[in-house]
């Protein structure tokens, strides 16, 4: 087990399951409520490499949730979701060493872009001006300025693809393939790919969801 969910609503707690799959192994998730936590067995394989909780809404509530579930599964990230954001909640997670504090109502691509980020060694808290972290002063007109072919990379990027399958899946070499990502990266003021599909996906800038096609192959890029 290396990803432990902890949300109170079972519909959410499958809703956020099933996200979780999308970039964890499935097999290595455990999904459990508050209340679940104070049966859980000490001889569970600790520490988790990812935890992911779930906030009520109540400070004092959520605060010992957050306390007692880093004591007991000793995670190396922490993901908090809110369903209300809580300055005081906010800054204390910030000092307890959490790396990402994002809405329950995100997007799935949203959410796992964060995810994604958060397990890259990267963090996402919400920004005082509504902006994506680590996103510069670059105007957003000239952010969705893209080529058709940088959209269609970008796109694969926030898909989780390496640079072999972009290149395989758009006909292109590997090396036009990290050209076109450094471009992406430059433009999205990102240090790697997770940072520039959470700050993509934040930014609207892809289609959710959106499954391409296979182009023709063109090794000129």
């Given at each position: 087990?290396?990803?432990?969910?902890?949300?109170?609503?079972?519909?959410?707690?499958?809703?956020?399951?099933?996200?979780?799959?999308?970039?964890?192994?499935?097999?290595?998730?455990?999904?459990?409520?508050?209340?679940?936590?104070?049966?859980?067995?000490?001889?569970?394989?600790?520490?988790?490499e990812?935890?992911?909780?779930?906030?009520?809404?109540?400070?004092?509530?959520?605060?010992?949730?957050?306390?007692?579930?880093?004591?007991?599964?000793m995670?190396?990230?922490?993901?908090?979701?809110y369903?209300?954001?809580?300055?005081?909640?906010?800054?204390?997670?910030?000092?307890?060493?959490?790396?990402g504090?994002?809405?329950?109502?995100s997007?799935?691509?949203?959410?796992?872009?964060?995810?994604?980020?958060?397990?890259?060694?990267?963090?996402?808290?919400?920004?005082?001006?509504?902006?994506?972290?680590?996103?510069?002063?670059?105007?957003?007109?000239?952010?969705?300025?893209?080529?058709q072919?940088?959209?269609?990379?970008?796109?694969?990027?926030?898909?989780?693809k390496?640079?072999?399958?972009?290149?395989?899946?758009?006909?292109?070499?590997?090396?036009?393939?990290?050209?076109?990502?450094?471009?992406?990266?430059?433009?999205?003021?990102?240090?790697?790919?997770?940072?520039a599909?959470?700050?993509?996906?934040?930014?609207?800038?892809?289609r959710?969801?959106?499954?391409?096609?296979?182009?023709?192959?063109?090794?000129?890029g």
């Open positions: 087990m290396t990803t432990v969910l902890i949300e109170d609503y079972a519909l959410l707690r499958v809703a956020i399951q099933h996200v979780l799959e999308r970039v964890r192994n499935a097999d290595d998730i455990l999904a459990i409520s508050p209340a679940h936590l104070l049966n859980m067995s000490s001889s569970i394989n600790r520490p988790v990812l935890l992911v909780i779930g906030c009520s809404g109540v400070a004092d509530q959520d605060l010992g949730l957050i306390s007692q579930s880093m004591a007991f599964f995670p190396r990230l922490v993901l908090v979701l369903s209300a954001l809580d300055p005081a909640v906010m800054g204390t997670c910030a000092r307890a060493g959490v790396a504090y994002l809405p329950k109502a997007s799935p691509d949203a959410l796992a872009a964060a995810v994604s980020l958060v397990v890259a060694g990267g963090e996402c808290y919400p920004q005082p001006a509504g902006r994506p972290q680590g996103v510069s002063q670059t105007p957003l007109h000239e952010l969705r300025e893209l080529t072919r940088q959209e269609e990379i970008l796109q694969l990027l926030v898909q989780g390496t640079m072999r399958e972009i290149g395989q899946h758009v006909g292109i070499s590997v090396a036009t393939v990290k050209s076109h990502a450094r471009t992406l990266y430059w433009k999205l003021n990102a240090r790697n790919q997770a940072e599909a959470y700050i993509a996906v934040q930014m609207g800038l892809v959710s969801g959106a499954v391409l096609p296979p182009a023709k192959k063109d090794l000129t």
